[in-house]
């Protein structure tokens, strides 16, 4: 228990330190290491056009398996960040919308899956040069297209959809 204090005292400690959003820079990362559901890591770049937006993109290709047989995933993502007020200048709070496209060419007749989401975060910069991430999903769209059949669902903080309503993630800014 003692450790868990001292860990959380540390981090509250960097985070009330005044780095600011590392503007021009280029931040290369990891989104998607989700709390709720198993989904793929995608590694992602971010660029912070002023201290209040941001742009992120991700391409992830990955093979699991899953109910007996292998899956192939390539999901493309585009974000955009838009900032909220922050309690410090090493938090910056954030919502934003994403695009994310997922086919999965040998499962069922070629899936695909598009997904429209809204999303809630905050980006700790813990370094100037160094983040962590956290975010929600309070809402999405997503389509998925499985042997020709469509299926549409609009979800409200729920990963019953597969959707993940939680996730991490960190960057290191070059």
Known sequence: MKKILLALLVVSMLASASFAVPVGKYGFGMQGLTLTTGAITMPTIQY???????????????????????????????????????????????????????????????????????????????????????????????SLTAAGAATNTISILNSATGIPAASIGVHVYL
């Open 48 to 142: 912070y056009l002023d201290e209040n937006r941001a742009i992120e993109g991700g391409l992830a290709f990955g093979t699991i398996s899953a109910a007996g047989a292998s899956v192939t995933n390539f999901t493309l993502m585009v974000a955009m960040k838009m900032g909220l007020a922050s309690p410090s200048k090493a938090i910056n709070t954030h919502w934003g919308g994403a695009i994310a496209y997922t086919s999965n060419p040998a499962f069922v007749n070629n899936t695909t899956n598009l997904l429209i989401a809204i999303n809630l975060g905050a980006e700790v910069f813990l370094t100037p040069d160094f983040s962590i991430e956290g975010n929600v999903v309070p809402l999405a769209y997503n």
